[in-house]
């Protein structure tokens, strides 16, 4: 081989080089849990009504629908594109095999009261202790592979929306709004406790964003403004109690580290002032739901022409425009994630 070929091939050899390191993931695998901002399929094959497999849902995503309750991307999905990871595969759809690089346990629906996170956990549970086993030599492996995993959580609204501000339960009689919030606290702490048991140490819990803004209840209830203040005032004693909760936990547990995405404070701050986002409507919804714009949208229906220059994909949800802000804050600023992911995936345990 000559010394010019020979030049040529080294070239090639630390370009093809540089690319795969630059590839590389910054984390092993992405663990999603929570409810329906981070679902992505799980309630395709479950028995309920919140769903989201069918058309306009997806309409702006690669893949098409999948059960995702936004137009495209999540903000899980978003930050597996950070860590340079496959999105998170919805655990229920590949009961006969384990994705290595992650998995989607998310439901929508899901809260903390009743015990309705706990099924998935056991999903978890079996994953770690029937499923990735087979795939590492040692269980020192397996626990480093997990140590260096990101956790993702997004939980508590549904406690919110369909119990304590729900006429049909009389949850808002029983609790006044601190003591509701502790109890939701006290059953996270134990959802943390019990993750951190199975391997999870770096985790990222987001704050439940500002639900009296959504069209779900600005629709409903009269109000000043953009929003129903006394509502987000109501949701605000959980979030208020989150902080202390990710540093006694980080304090407590060893080698872990919980993270406070702050979404509440972004989002309200979007739908207040959408122009400085680069949004034009904040306040309805992007595709035609049922009731009037309080609901999930209506099969089918064309959705708005914009997507992107919307809040809200349908009464609930955000569009991929917001998730991807939210997701893009959380992975590189610190003042949405402390420390962000970027810094998270670099801490050694």
Same mark, same amino acid.
């Given at each position: 081989?000559?010394?010019?070929?020979?030049?040529i091939?080294?070239?090639?050899?630390?370009?093809?080089?540089?690319?795969?390191?630059?590839?590389?993931?910054?984390?092993?695998?992405?663990?999603?849990?929570?409810?329906?901002?981070f679902?992505?399929?799980?309630?395709?094959?479950?028995?309920?009504?919140?769903?989201?497999?069918?058309?306009p849902?997806?309409?702006?995503?690669?893949?098409?629908?999948?059960g995702?309750?936004?137009?495209?991307?999540?903000i899980?999905?978003?930050?597996?594109?950070?860590?340079?990871?496959?999105?998170?595969?919805?655990?229920?759809?590949?009961?006969?095999?384990?994705?290595?690089?992650?998995?989607?346990?998310?439901?929508?629906?899901?809260?903390?009261?009743?015990?309705?996170?706990?099924?998935?956990?056991?999903?978890?549970?079996?994953?770690?202790?029937?499923?990735?086993?087979?795939?590492?030599?040692?269980?020192?492996?397996?626990?480093?592979?997990?140590?260096?995993?990101?956790?993702?959580?997004?939980?508590?609204?549904?406690d919110?929306?369909?119990?304590?501000?729900?006429?049909?339960?009389?949850?808002?009689?029983?609790?006044?709004?601190?003591?509701f919030?502790?109890?939701?606290?006290?059953?996270?702490?134990?959802?943390?406790?019990?993750?951190?048991?199975?391997g999870?140490?770096?985790?990222?819990?987001?704050?439940?964003?500002?639900?009296?803004c959504?069209?779900?209840? *600005? &629709?409903?209830?009269?109000?000043?403004g953009? #929003?129903?203040?006394? +509502?987000? %005032?109501? @949701?605000?004693?959980? =979030?208020?109690?989150?902080?202390?909760?990710?540093?006694?936990?980080?304090?407590?547990?060893?080698?872990?580290?919980?993270?406070?995405?702050?979404?509440?404070?972004?989002?309200?701050?979007?739908?207040?002032?959408?122009?400085?986002?680069?949004?034009?409507?904040?306040?309805?919804?992007?595709?035609?739901?049922?009731?009037?714009?309080?609901?999930?949208?209506?099969?089918?229906?064309?959705?708005?022409?914009?997507?992107?220059?919307?809040?809200?994909?349908?009464?609930?949800?955000?569009?991929?425009?917001?998730?991807?802000?939210?997701? *893009? &804050?959380?992975?590189?600023?610190?003042?949405? #994630?402390?420390?962000? +992911?970027? %810094?998270? @995936?670099?801490?050694? =345990?």
């Amino acid at each position: 081989m000559g010394p010019t070929l020979l030049f040529i091939s080294l070239s090639i050899f630390l370009r093809l080089l540089s690319v795969s390191c630059h590839r590389r993931p910054l984390a092993p695998a992405l663990y999603v849990f929570g409810d329906s901002m981070f679902d992505s399929g799980n309630n395709n094959i479950l028995p309920t009504i919140a769903k989201a497999d069918f058309p306009p849902y997806g309409v702006n995503f690669a893949k098409g629908v999948t059960g995702r309750f936004t137009n495209g991307k999540t903000i899980a999905d978003f930050i597996a594109e950070f860590l340079r990871l496959p999105y998170a595969p919805p655990v229920i759809s590949i009961p006969e095999s384990t994705s290595l690089t992650g998995l989607n346990y998310a439901s929508g629906s899901c809260g903390l009261l009743p015990e309705t996170g706990n099924r998935f956990i056991d999903l978890f549970e079996i994953t770690v202790e029937s499923a990735l086993p087979s795939h590492f030599d040692t269980s020192c492996e397996l626990s480093e592979h997990l140590s260096e995993s990101i956790f993702l959580l997004s939980v508590g609204s549904n406690d919110y929306i369909n119990n304590y501000l729900d006429d049909t339960y009389d949850t808002i009689k029983r609790y006044p709004p601190k003591r509701f919030a502790k109890l939701l606290i006290d059953a996270l702490s134990h959802r943390f406790k019990r993750l951190y048991n199975l391997g999870a140490r770096k985790t990222v819990m987001f704050e439940i964003g500002p639900v009296g803004c959504i069209p779900s209840m *600005t &629709r409903k209830h009269e109000h000043n403004g953009r #929003c129903v203040e006394d +509502i987000n %005032q109501i @949701v605000s004693f959980f =979030n208020r109690r989150l902080p202390s909760l990710l540093k006694n936990l980080t304090s407590s547990l060893r080698g872990s580290t919980f993270v406070l995405g702050k979404a509440n404070s972004l989002g309200h701050d979007a739908i207040t002032h959408p122009c400085k986002y680069g949004l034009e409507d904040s306040t309805n919804p992007c595709c035609t739901t049922w009731g009037n714009g309080t609901s999930e949208c209506i099969p089918l229906l064309e959705p708005c022409r914009h997507p992107n220059k919307y809040f809200f994909w349908d009464a609930f949800h955000l569009t991929e425009t917001v998730c991807s802000v939210v997701a *893009t &804050r959380c992975f590189n600023d610190t003042s949405l #994630c402390s420390p962000n +992911i970027k %810094q998270l @995936v670099r801490i050694k =345990n």
